[in-house]
């Protein structure tokens, strides 16, 4: 009882953090809740490139959807919508110029040496050395001794060691460092430069804070395969409105209301401690949505509706396999220990499978549907925690381990207790079932 009581305590103090954090945490919401910003891409030829192939263009949207994380945005939609064209679509984004300036940016990092073997000063004009971006592994914003923003870079293995190799032969001499085309710094090599890292000043006087920042984040992200051009920008209103997402919300309390009403009339007793791990349900998976953050779009919502259903499905199971061990006349405790473990294989089964489907979706889904996949996934897990470990703990403290004196209260008559093993002869047989006599 003592465990007992522990457990109820700690659930209390999860229903408490998880309110703190629905309070103080705001809930981020799709573009089809809260509108946002609506770009057209368009993948251009160059000198070198003469045709956009397929293998291109998905490369091209693979590095469009790392630069939107790098903003920190979710629930973004990047599709190919022709040959040449993705359609970016980012949900409440408060400065869309930045965006626009953001994704149409080449992010193209060369270093280069003199023309002229024996040029020490760079005069003769630079060739590429064949090291670009590709071979960076991260960046990063730091300071120089004089207090200058810098970018730092960190190479790759195979980065490092072109890196090794351009330094020990440019001893003496300069080396160009080039982004997006423009000659950032060119530093006298020292001595060769072996640990695979190094830095771009931004010339004499230094990045500002938000150019270095811009910097970093583009060469995380990646370079574009192709030049992309954004050829058509809007701002979208949101889908739904203010007065569907309010229609869903009643829509969404009415559901649960109706459900609550009939777990209490059927099972009465049970059934509004079911209702009680519910809330405590909602209130868990809200505050999760908000830690995570995960964006909420009405596929999302979608979700997290579905999952309530599944953890209300478990109570269900329970309950049932409880009042089947009542009717062969078991103790309560005997009878809500056996009913939960009797009911826990159909649980567990059931959600993962429905947690293999939804990481599937979640890997192989668009942005939408990995929404869907994700709302639902944490909903599950968490059903299964409310529904195991919340309902079992309120029922053993509520209802103790002595005889069931009040059938009623599991919608059960006291006529049923016992008719499973009426065929029962001894006492011994009988105690062996745990049935009372």
């Known amino acids: 009882m003592k465990n007992k009581k522990l457990m109820f305590w700690f659930i209390i103090a999860l229903v408490i953090a998880a309110a703190v954090i629905i309070v103080k945490k705001p809930t981020k919401l799709g573009l089809d809740l809260v509108g946002g910003s609506r770009l057209v891409l368009e993948a251009q030829t160059t000198d070198t490139i003469a045709k956009i192939t397929p293998d291109m263009m998905s490369s091209l949207q693979f590095a469009i959807e790392n630069r939107i994380n790098a903003l920190g945005v979710a629930e973004t939609v990047v599709q190919q919508t022709g040959e040449k064209r993705l359609l970016v679509e980012i949900p409440s984004i408060s400065d869309p ?86 000659e950032q710094s060119s530093p006298v090599i020292q001595e060769p430069i072996l640990g695979g890292h190094a830095q771009i000043s931004g010339g004499d006087s230094g990045f500002a804070y938000e150019e270095a920042k811009k910097t970093v984040d583009l060469l995380n992200a990646g370079a574009l395969p192709v030049p992309a051009k954004i050829i058509e920008e ?3 209103g949101p889908t739904l409105g203010a007065d569907s997402i309010a229609k869903s919300k009643t829509a969404g309390v009415i559901g649960i209301g109706l459900v609550m009403i009939f777990m209490l009339v059927y099972y009465r007793l049970p059934g509004l401690i079911a209702n009680i791990a519910l809330i405590i349900y909602s209130l868990l998976v809200f505050a999760i949505f908000k830690i995570v953050p995960v964006t909420l779009t009405l596929a999302g919502i979608a979700g997290f509706i579905l999952s309530i259903g599944m953890a209300v499905d478990a109570n269900i199971l329970i309950f049932e396999r409880t009042k089947e061990e009542l009717k062969a006349g078991r103790t309560l405790f005997t009878a809500i220990n056996t009913g939960f473990d009797r009911a826990f294989t159909s649980i567990f089964d059931s959600n993962m499978t429905t947690i293999i489907t939804c990481v599937i979706l979640y890997f192989l889904g668009t942005s939408l549907v990995k929404g869907f996949a994700l709302t ?15 309902t079992k703990n309120f029922m053993h403290l509520l209802f103790g381990a002595g005889q069931l004196k009040h059938p009623g209260w599991f919608g059960i008559k006291q006529s049923e207790i016992g008719k499973a093993y009426e065929a029962t002869e001894t006492k011994k047989e009988k105690a062996k079932f745990g049935i009372l006599d």
């Open 97 to 182: 110029a930045k965006a626009k300036e953001f994704l149409g940016e080449t992010a193209e990092l060369e270093f280069k040496k003199p023309k002229d073997p024996n040029d020490q000063y760079g005069t003769s004009g630079w060739v590429p050395t064949g090291l670009t971006g590709k071979d960076v592994r991260k960046a990063l914003i730091s300071t120089n001794p004089g207090g200058q923003w810098v970018v730092s870079l960190e190479f790759n293995d195979k980065g490092a060691k072109k890196f090794g190799q351009l330094t020990t032969e440019l001893v003496g001499k300069p080396m160009a460092i080039f982004f997006n085309g423009k």
């Open 234 to 236: 809007s701002l979208v």
């Open 376 to 390: 639902l996934i944490i909903g599950v897990v968490t059903s299964m925690f409310t529904a195991i470990t919340v």
